[in-house]
């Protein structure tokens, strides 16, 4: 039997005290103290976006009953889908264009950075923050006088100075990033990574029996089913995820900022990975005698339920973090994408990375100036900025494709807070844009790889 070291309760309780003083230092240093936050119109905002979230899988998920925070989202607030950006492009370039207003040509995050090397390889360079051309919203909320935290957003490293915190995308390689500095560090300030470190898991941390929710372990496969590619996607999903809530539950029940952003990307991850074991039409016609064809059947026997438990996951997640926050808050939770899968085999696929992407995604609004059972109609990612600047009572900017998405607004809240315009917010101005390079590229490329975005 495999014996594990298990940090005793005393040294635990050492790691979250330090954590706990450390990031009480920081915060209070760093403006963002109890008495530092400003308020908007409506309250708190916070704002949950979950990569390739689909309606096809989390609306049936909603009426059976099995995603009941997101269902109350529904049921008290407004709803629709949100359309993406075409023609399909990948994750970074749709929340950047999500958080700055802005089309992919104005804010800097646009087509892949492939190349060749000297041999004719190709070579894939990652998008990093000194490229961003705009704002994003919650730059505009800090010179307005709003503190805010943002968590894990793509396309956030290296982190830039803020009106509160920021933790880049890299979270759950945070221990990589040790004695790199602050000019590539992983959080903003750079000493609350050492606050937040106990909260951060790395794949290795992920325990059995955390995956073995999302197997059917009665079928004949069992865990035997999460080979070694599938283990890792999983491990490597389940890390990022439980990162950035984990910190996200730290740091948010120790202070709740005017404006809060916290993104996850698990189920865009295992949607690429195992979609097609949920549904029959996207695998190959492989002859009933080939082995290939048993297997694929005896996997979809374990793992046909995956996708769908972890948005029950996700869920869970959701519902941890609403309780840290008042009952004003303004909750708006949105995906880049939807999810197509791979295609009808023969027909249309098979599909591989963006391709996958479906181009409606979800979006729900939920608080005190938002209608009741309403829907969203015509949404795009364009329109979230300038949704999120005037449920602030800040102006929208013109240079801003989208709108304010008002009709799902309160008609006493439109009638007291009409939408106010300036030509624009400006533009972020940096002495060199060329991609940073981390000590997790590696990584990251061959994960970007495996899910089929690149080649």
């Not at 704002?135 to 805010?148: K, L, N, Q």
């Not at 990975?273 to 694929?296: G, K, M, Q, S, V």
Request: charged share 20%; hydrophobic share 40%; glycine share 10%.
């Amino acid at each position: 039997m495999t014996r594990h070291l298990v940090p005793s309760r005393s040294h635990m309780f050492v790691q979250y005290l330090t954590a706990f003083l450390t990031v009480t230092l920081v915060l209070a240093i760093g403006g963002c103290g109890s008495d530092s936050s400003v308020e908007g119109p409506l309250g708190p905002i916070l704002v949950i976006g979950i990569d390739g979230a689909d309606w096809s899988v989390l609306e049936p998920l909603v009426e059976a009953g099995e995603l009941p925070n997101l269902a109350r989202l529904i049921a008290e607030g407004a709803s629709g889908k949100l359309r993406s950006l075409e023609p399909r492009r990948m994750s970074p370039v749709i929340w950047t264009t999500i958080a700055t207003g802005r089309s992919p040509e104005d804010h800097g995050i646009g087509e892949p950075l492939v190349g060749k090397d000297r041999q004719g390889q190709t070579t894939y360079s990652h998008y990093s923050s000194n490229m961003w051309r705009a704002p994003a919203f919650w730059d505009i909320f800090g010179r307005s006088g709003f503190d805010v935290g943002v968590i894990a957003w793509l396309v956030s490293w290296p982190p830039w100075e803020v009106n509160g915190f920021m933790v880049s995308q890299h979270l759950q390689y945070l221990l990589d990033f040790h004695g790199v500095g602050e000019e590539k560090g992983v959080t903003w300030p750079l000493e609350l990574g050492e606050g937040i470190a106990p909260f951060v898991r790395g794949k290795s941390a992920i325990a059995q029996v955390e995956l073995s929710r999302f197997v059917n372990e009665e079928s004949e496969l069992s865990m035997d089913a999460l080979h070694e590619h599938y283990d890792s996607a999983l491990r490597t999903a389940l890390s990022g995820d439980e990162s950035s809530m984990g910190v996200a539950g730290f740091l948010f029940a120790k202070h709740v900022p005017a404006l809060s952003c916290v993104y996850v990307r698990g189920v865009d991850e295992v949607s690429h990975r195992f979609w097609i074991h949920e549904h029959e039409e996207t695998r190959p016609p492989y002859d009933p005698a080939h082995p290939a064809t048993e297997l694929l059947e005896k996997q979809a026997e374990a793992l046909g339920g995956l996708v769908r438990e972890y948005y029950r996951y996700t869920d869970e997640h959701v519902g941890r973090l609403l309780k840290l926050f008042p009952d004003e808050t303004t909750v708006l939770v949105c995906s880049d994408h939807g999810f197509r899968g791979p295609g009808i085999w023969g027909e249309q696929g098979p599909w591989m990375g963006v391709d996958q992407h479906g181009l409606e995604g979800v979006l729900i609004m939920k608080g005190p100036g938002i209608e009741w059972g309403a829907s969203i109609e015509n949404a795009t990612v364009y329109d979230i900025a300038p949704t999120l600047l005037t449920m602030a009572g800040l102006p929208v900017a013109r240079d801003m494709p989208g709108h304010a998405l008002t009709d799902a607004f309160t008609d006493e809240f439109s009638a007291t807070h009409g939408v106010t315009l300036i030509e624009t917010y400006g533009e972020v101005v940096r002495d060199d844009t060329a991609p940073i390079e981390s000590p997790v590229d590696d990584e990251v490329r061959e994960r970007l790889r495996s899910l089929g975005y690149i080649q």
